[in-house]
């Protein structure tokens, strides 16, 4: 085979490979939203119970992704879960947000929700929310099911 | 009877003593190779060559199970995932399965028995026919020149390959899915997108397939250069390449993931 | 001829492992220019004294100099310098099979020399007029007959003009003429190129008519060594079989075993 030929595979295949590659960590994955809010605020809140809540799960607000789960941390002192948000900087949310952990669906992955309040005052770098809501937790509600139809039973 | 005893537990004490033996070889000859690579990196056209007749020349396999593993994906996907109202997920399930797993694990068992048990063969035909020690008479060393070349081919392809792999699955995924089926075009992408992350599932992915074409290329040329030197003696080495390939990347497949996704 | 020595092998021993010696006690002195036949039974060690010349394996004791150097106490790299000078033609020529004939010979040119191509190519064209193949620079190894093949290997060898050279087996499996233009070839180039060269064989003929010395080797030691017309007349009984090809005589037509009778379970019946 001639030199010119083999190189003009192999510059070929080295393209479509790379190619490939580019397409999996930019169509794929998704490398562009990864670091597109390069500018990003922290700012974190304390959840009784995160559920299922993993660090890179999105942040949503009206269903629309503004940022993701940095750090999720244990507080010895309060006893619970710290979850650490990065916010991107386009999105401002006022004082009293309110955070919430949901679930996409009945068996989707959880992310966590921002209502926001009315307050003049917007969230800033390391600032705390104060209003949270635990991740419902399947165990727990079908409990509270149980027992509230037992102390129905009661009554008769 | 207490003989038949003691010649067995001699027979499983030989076996051991003759793999780990093997296995000492073995990571000897890997060092060698990497101690004489130099010549790959000066003389990059050595490698290049070798680029063809190991990459280009597996991309039609590559691409065609690529487009079928990703096919049949999408079709048990959507199968299972529409039992629960979620086959706009298929995408996701298609894209992870591939990304994380089948695309660097299948590409590799396909890259062993096609391209590694090429390179068994090649190099245990030269030494079989003399060329490797009259190249080591004429003065130039076979490891350098011939095994070198080929072990770094074999490393740079395999990647490649799996990434191609991927990406044809995740099209092949989408044809199903999508055109034929007629799941919703926006939701298969988003959902995949939202839910396939870079550096937990592309980042591994690759970095799995990376080891894949190290364990790969290291055993195929470690078996062409260790064969007995006689047509019987290449053939077992090519089957020892493929068996040994194989079951070297799924083994290093789990403990990978272990480390990658458990964090053990 | 210059009477300097070249190749000196002394009290050399071979064994691959404690139990198989492979060659004991062997000397010899080879001197510059001389075409020297080592010939030997097969398994007689002949082909491992081929290789230890080379540095393909090292002594169980005792040395090989060549031109003054110990062989086995050379690094890689001065044993690879060494090399250089030596060449080696290989039982089968060893060719490359994905090269052309052209790119066999220019191998070694092309990996040990900053040659310019032209001058490569005038260098391949000479050395393979040499051995009668100028015409056929063009074609594949798969391409050649056995006794061309050969002579291309030989024509790789003497690329950079070697002064030592190797021969292990040259004659095996050649039709009568490609043998003898092998023959004539090697000790021809041999003169003209001034070198040593050592043949490694079991053709007793051919290697007869060409050689200037001959060592015989039987079961790992020197037998017998002169000139081809002392070999032919030597009244030593093993000498007298190799040359002559007998069946019986000192190397007996029977593996040792025990007596056939009782092999046979006849020494019951009969005693």
Known sequence: MQRATLDLWVGLFVITGIGALLVLSLKIGNLETYHSGGDTYVISGNFENIGGLKVRAPVKSSGVVVGRVADIQFSTKTYDAIVTLNIENRYQFPKDTFASILTAGLLGEQYVGLDAGGDEVMLEEGDTIMRTNSAVVLEEMIGRFLFDKASENDDF | MSKHIISAIQGVGHRTLEGIRRLGRATLYFLLVLWKSGTSLKRFGLVVRELYYFGVLSLIIIVVSGLFVGMVLGLQGYETLQKYGSETAVGTMVALSLVRELGPVVAALLFASSAGSAMTVEIGLMKATEQLAAMDMMAVDPVARVVAPRFWAGVISMPLLAAIFSVMGVFGGYLVAVVFIGVDDGSFWSQMQSNVDFRVDILNGFIKSCFFGIAVSAIAVFEGHDSLPTAEGVSVATTRTVVTSSLVILGLDFILTAFMFRGL | ?271
């Open chain 3, 1 to 271: 001829m210059t009477s300097e020595t070249l190749v000196e092998i002394s009290d050399l021993n071979f064994a691959y492992d404690d139990k198989r010696a492979i060659l004991k006690g062997v000397n010899m002195t080879m001197k510059r220019g001389q075409l020297i036949a080592i010939m030997g039974g097969s398994g007689s060690g002949k082909t491992t004294l081929l290789k230890l010349i080379g540095g393909a394996a090292k002594p169980s004791s005792g040395y090989i100099k060549v031109s003054g150097q110990i062989i086995h106490a050379l690094g890689h790299n001065a044993l690879y310098a060494m090399r250089r000078k030596m060449g080696k033609l290989f039982q089968f020529g060893g060719l490359f099979t994905d090269l052309s004939v052209f790119d066999n010979v220019a191998f070694q040119m092309r990996e040990h020399t900053d040659l310019p191509e032209s001058m490569i190519r005038d260098l391949v064209l000479m050395k393979l007029h040499a051995v009668g193949l100028r015409g056929a620079h063009h074609l594949m190894p798969a391409e050649l007959s056995g006794g061309m093949a050969r002579r291309v290997a030989l024509a790789r060898s003497i690329a950079l003009d070697p002064m030592l050279m190797l021969f292990d087996e040259p004659f095996t499996g050649l039709d009568p003429i490609s043998l003898s233009v092998i023959g004539s070839l090697i000790r021809r180039l041999t003169d003209d190129l001034g070198m040593t060269s050592i043949i490694v064989t079991h053709d007793v003929q051919e290697t007869l008519s060409i050689v200037d010395y001959v060592y015989l080797i039987s079961n790992g030691v020197i037998a017998a060594h002169g000139s081809p017309d002392e070999m032919k007349s030597s009244e030593k009984p093993f000498v007298h079989q190799f040359i002559h090809g007998e069946v019986d005589g000192p190397v007996p037509f029977h593996y040792p075993a025990q007596a056939y009778r009782q092999d046979l379970g006849l020494e019951d019946i009969f005693v």
